[in-house]
């Protein structure tokens, strides 16, 4: 390793150079990278929800649902003003890049139809084909509504003052944020003091999923600030300011680059990872810079006559030489950890750990080449720096006071970890699993705000679909299925939070009404196939083919069931899902069965997919933590007892989460891996350099406070630094992942290092393991 860097050294311009060049290559990449939510890539595509979700996209066009509401400020909306908006609307909506066209449903929609009878039979008629003009023209608008039970708490709330434009969206280049400001222009143009307009639904909750991701932009620099901060208030020199964040920052150019170079997108799983990146290239910088002072000190003593310049380099090399190999094993094991998600299904996941893994492989090509050539091109350090960094600080008294518990108050250190641990760990019993994208945000914002009045008013904005699959075309024509239809329907609605139910039945059980003098008795499901059958042709003949596209294909095989429900919570929807399929089993028969998907039930799949994919992830990690420490330090021990400050790190990290009430989601489920991903360098480098000390010989005590005060005292600068850095994430205002991250990845980083620095050497001390005092033992 020496000799490496003694050759980095030589040719410290060349290899400067070729990095800086590498770095601006890798910049220019940054042109193809965007924040986007794709569900493509978040949603596991084998999951029987997913898989009944492209599907549903596949007969039926059924993508993400908007709820338009416009709600008169005076009477109701029947008048000529409101009615005129609500039609410009939907005309606007139609004409919207990624709107299904045959999904919109609204008063003036095409699809939407008046079904009545009269002597010669079926009348089928658009529900307001043109704005009526006069009272009886509103009355007949009215009544033609309230007549068809299919409208209510749908188009039109039943007390009248609102009414509600439903579409649906594909995705489109630009993302969810672009259907938001295509919406945006359509609605704002109708926005008066007439009527109060509000938007719901999941795409408007996942444009602001992509609009505060985007806050990275923003808060990145502020934790570079903040732990630029706490890196020259730990080394009170100017290198310790900039050099690790020069590595730092490198780092996640080169991972930002590779990104972009790839073609893959931000998206809420990995637009933290710039910080992620930053906190691990800058630990082990912290690291290295640390050792290179006391190399640097040591030299300057026994060396007095050798030149600056040459006491630098040649401290340069010593310190790398000596942390070199430790900062390539605690690397690697986070790389590995993090590369080892290309084996999870969801690709938003796979790209986390590539993205995080390349990055945490940049950091050590960094530290390895062009730090020690930039630190050797730079000046010594000179007297007084020297002394700014070797001064008695709150640092050293802190490693020192660990120090000290871990060797003379081992049982006070074993009891109160154990009484903190367990009391925090408990929280996990109350923890739950519920993930629902409109709780990321605080309810205070506006979007928030209208999509829970619209949830009031009517219907839903949420929705999943039910896929009624018959053995043979016309099988939707059958009155048993259509009653098994029926009862799914009323089942569900028996809900609270189930505000309707559409099928094809309702259609059909209102023509049997007007084909029997609109008698409220006969809005029912006629009992003769043929009938049924009779009666879908009358109304082809002066409805529109389009009508029914929603509800049924063109061979009457497959027919689907819409449930527009005002919760979009997972547990609640995984449960409602679960009672359906329960409830269906034997209502058709050998005629049909069902498949659930489409809407809110993605983001079922993705909560069990991501909640159950990122716990094993977290022991994946842990794994290999175990396998690589046991491996390079040729002892079981070693990779037992540097699992526990990680062990005490993540049980807390679930405790705190269930007594904070904060749920396991997608948002949170990344916490505990990547507190993993930068806690199990602590141990290492405290073992490393235990070992080391212990190796000189001498005075046994004198040689483990010294370790403390040099790996100990820089897991110490380490962690604040992370602490930091992810707390300013809790600065992000009206967006609660954030806030969760910062906060739990900053308590984790407490306890992490705390573990590190009393528990784990206090246990280490207790049973004196061979993997580090192996000269002690001879």
């Known amino acids: 390793m020496k000799r490496f860097i003694e050759t980095i050294i030589r040719y410290r311009k060349l290899t400067i150079t070729l990095n800086i060049l590498l770095t601006l290559f890798l910049i220019s990449q940054f042109r193809h990278l965007a924040i986007v939510v794709d569900l493509d890539t978040l949603l596991p595509q084998t999951h029987p929800l997913v898989a009944a979700t492209n599907k549903i996209g596949q007969m039926f066009g059924n993508k993400l649902t908007v709820a338009i509401g ?35 449903n609204s008063l003036s929609s095409r699809k939407a139809k008046s079904i009545s009878g009269d002597a010669d039979g079926m009348i089928v008629r658009p529900l307001m084909e043109k704005i009526p003009v006069n009272p009886a023209g509103l009355a007949a608008l009215r009544h033609a509504v309230e007549t068809n039970p299919v409208y209510s708490n749908l188009l039109i709330s039943k007390d009248r003052k609102t009414a509600q434009i439903v579409a649906e969206f594909k995705k489109i280049p630009g993302g969810f944020l672009a259907i938001q400001k295509n919406l945006n222009r359509v609605v704002d143009q109708e926005r008066d003091e007439s009527v109060l307009i509000e938007v719901g639904g999941t795409p408007v909750f996942l444009a602001l999923l992509e609009k505060f991701s985007a806050r990275m932009g923003f808060l990145f620099p502020l934790a570079v600030l903040v732990i630029g901060l ?42 933290t990872t710039p910080i992620l990146i930053l906190a691990i290239a800058a630990g082990h910088a912290v690291q290295i810079l640390k050792r290179y002072y006391e190399e640097y ?87 007084h720096e020297i002394q700014r960094e070797k001064a008695i600080t709150l640092w050293d008294r802190i490693a020192l006071a660990a120090y000290n518990a871990a060797q003379n108050k081992r049982k006070q250190v074993y009891f109160a970890a154990l009484i903190s641990i367990a009391i925090l760990s ?202 690589i420490t046991s491996l390079v330090f040729r002892s079981v021990w070693a990779g037992m007892l540097i699992l526990v400050p990680l062990l005490a790190a993540v049980s807390v990290n679930f405790g705190i989460m269930g007594l904070l009430g904060i749920p396991l989601q997608i948002g949170t489920v990344i916490i505990s891996a990547m507190a993993v991903g930068i806690g199990a360098d602590y141990g290492i480098y405290l073992s490393y350099r235990l070992r080391e000390e212990l190796r000189k010989g001498g005075d046994e005590a004198s040689a483990l406070r010294r370790a403390f005060q040099s790996a100990g005292k820089a897991i110490l600068f380490v962690s604040s630094a992370v602490a930091g850095g992810f707390g300013i994430l809790m600065l992000s205002w009206g967006f609660w992942i954030h806030l969760y991250l910062g906060f739990l990845i900053s308590m984790a980083m407490l306890v992490s290092s705390a573990s590190a620095l009393t528990l784990f050497p206090a246990l280490v001390f207790h049973f004196r393991p061979k993997f580090i005092f192996e000269e002690r033992l001879k």
């Open 230 to 271: 706490i890196h020259y208030e730990a080394f009170r020199t100017l290198q310790g300011l900039i050099l690790p964040l020069v590595t730092a920052l490198m780092a996640v150019l080169w991972a930002l680059g590779f990104l972009g170079m790839s073609g893959q997108p931000l998206d809420v799983i990995n637009a």
């Open 70 to 104: 416009v709600t008169a400020t005076q009477g109701d909306i029947y008048n000529q003003r409101v009615l005129g908006k609500i039609q410009r609307i939907t005309a606007g909506v139609m004409n919207l890049p990624g709107a299904v066209r045959s999904n919109i």
């Open 426 to 627: 408990v929280g996990g019993y109350w923890l739950k699993i519920d993930n629902s994208q409109k709780a990321y945000f605080y309810g205070s914002l506006q979007e928030k705000q209208d999509d829970n009045r619209l949830n009031e008013r009517l219907a839903g904005t949420n929705t999943f679909y039910i896929l009624v699959k018959g053995k043979s075309e016309d099988s939707i024509k059958n009155p048993q299925v259509l009653r098994g239809i029926e009862a799914i329907q009323r089942f569900l609605e028996k809900d609270p939070l189930v505000g309707k139910t559409i099928s094809i039945v309702d259609f059909i059980k209102k023509m049997n009404q007007a084909m029997h003098g609109d008698d409220p008795a006969f809005f029912t499901i006629p009992q003769d196939q043929n009938l049924i059958a009779q009666y879908l042709l009358l109304y082809s003949n002066s409805g529109e083919p389009g009508d029914f596209d929603a509800y049924v294909d063109t061979g009457y095989q497959n027919a689907l069931i819409t449930t527009f429900i005002k919760s979009d919570g997972t547990a609640f929807v995984s449960v409602l899902i679960d009672k359906v399929k329960l409830f269906s089993n034997q209502l058709f028969g050998r005629d049909a069965d069902i498949e659930i998907g489409g809407g809110i039930s993605g983001g079922v799949a993705l909560t069990e997919t991501m909640v159950r994919e990122k716990i094993l992830n977290i022991l994946q990690i842990m794994a290999v933590v175990f396998i």
């Open 297 to 383: 000190h040591r030299l300057h003593t026994e060396k007095p006559s050798m030149s600056l310049k040459s006491l630098s380099r040649e401290a340069v090399a010593l310190s790398l030489s000596k942390v070199g190999p430790v900062m390539l094993m605690a690397g690697g094991i986070a790389a590995i950890g993090f590369f080892s998600l290309v084996i999870f299904e969801v690709k938003s996941i796979q790209t986390f750990g590539i993205f995080t893994g390349f990055g945490i492989l940049s950091a050590l090509v960094l530290e390895l080449t062009f730090i020690p050539a930039l630190r050797a091109s730079l000046p010594a350090p000179g007297t």
